[in-house]
């Protein structure tokens, strides 16, 4: 019966204006009308990544929980650990509406939202306000009128050093004018040394991780490992949405500016996933993101090169008992395979994907 009551519901909200929907979602997690449906605690898919304990591997993307309204909800759901944000120093309303699309034949959305969200202390007195449950991220950014973006994100780092298990350093997303460029060598550089600078001022070490986009080049994806390397950055996060519009069947939709996330970025993120497992080495702690919808995606992302995963379209799509559903899931490959603890699979098929060419 829960599972009719689930699809009716989401048929419902797929009645609604996409951004109408999500916060309807998010009214409804915080009342309390999505009942907590966490699975069995299986000491197999629990990792210690960055210093801090998992008890599964997978996690709630940035940018369902703009504001820090509902984390210790999902994290009821089942998931791992959640990540909030992207936030910014000052409130911004983010680019005009209408700016989410749902590609239901394709199980994906394309999103401009362009950072939307209330601005770093309401978001610091929310987090500040509720129960901790679980893994808490904090996913920081930059205003799109700021004059000094490396600047923002130090703010963010200031702010939230009491608060955040870890924070997600967002340079990724397609939708702030010239915030890609952040990832080039020079710029990545003084952004990394100033932020780590920050963090490291304060008594609690928090890790830090970078948010990378999917279209780069393989020399892009060269350079950033280096700086990354050459920092001591604590892990990063593979990958945000992507530009491209290769194989989508909804061509009306795909004409709509902004990132595409779901389903049709699977293999694209999963490649520049393993790509950068093969530049890092073992020891980087690699967070898989993009097209995982249930437990074989995430574990082909694990397979791939990943120590975590991330969902956050595939939540659109598969409803509250995703999570509870992937996680007994990826119990079920470990007795399948006889594994003592998910994480043996890691890289069994990074080299292949790693050989693929990114797709244009």
Request: with cysteine; net charge neutral.
């Amino acid at each position: 019966m829960s599972g009719l009551l689930e699809t009716l519901g989401r048929r419902a909200l797929f009645t609604l204006d996409p951004e109408t929907a999500h916060g309807l979602s998010i009214t409804a997690l915080r009342s309390g009308l999505v009942p907590a449906c966490p699975p069995p605690h299986d000491r197999r898919l629990a990792i210690r990544i960055a210093g801090l304990d998992f008890p599964n591997p997978l996690g709630m993307a940035a940018g369902f929980d703009k504001n820090a309204e509902v984390a210790p909800e999902l994290a009821r759901l089942g998931f791992g650990f959640v990540e909030i944000g992207t936030v910014t120093p000052k409130p911004q309303d983010g680019n005009p509406r209408p700016r989410i699309f749902r590609l239901v034949e394709d199980r994906a959305v394309i999103n401009r939202l362009g950072f939307n969200n209330r601005g770093h202390q309401a978001a610091l007195e929310r987090i500040g306000s509720r129960a901790r449950a679980g893994i808490l991220g904090v996913n920081i950014g930059a205003n799109k009128d700021s004059s000094d973006r490396v600047g923002d994100y130090v703010a963010g780092i200031a702010t939230f050093a009491g608060v955040a298990d870890y924070f997600t350093v967002n340079v990724s997303s397609p939708n702030t004018p010239g915030l890609r460029s952040l990832q080039t060598r020079e710029s990545l550089a003084e952004l990394l040394a100033r932020v780590l600078a920050e963090r490291d001022g304060h008594a609690k070490r928090v890790p830090v991780f970078l948010k990378i986009a999917p279209d780069l080049a393989e020399e892009e994806l060269d350079a950033i490992a280096e700086e990354c390397l050459g920092h001591q950055l604590d892990g990063i996060i593979v990958s945000n949405t992507t530009l491209s519009r290769a194989g989508l069947a909804d061509r009306r939709q795909a004409g709509e500016t902004g990132g595409l996330s779901g389903a049709p970025i699977f293999e694209r993120s999963t490649i520049v996933l393993a790509k950068m497992r093969a530049r890092l080495g073992n020891a980087m702690p690699l967070i898989g993101v993009g097209g995982i919808g249930d437990a074989a995606t995430a574990a082909e992302k694990v397979r791939a090169g990943a120590d975590l995963v991330q969902l956050y379209t595939g939540f659109i799509f598969g409803g509250p008992q995703l999570p509870g559903r992937i996680v007994s899931g990826l119990s079920q490959i470990c007795e399948r395979e006889g594994l003592s603890k998910l994480s043996d699979l890691r890289d069994t098929r990074t080299t292949d994907y790693a050989a693929r060419s990114i797709p244009a």
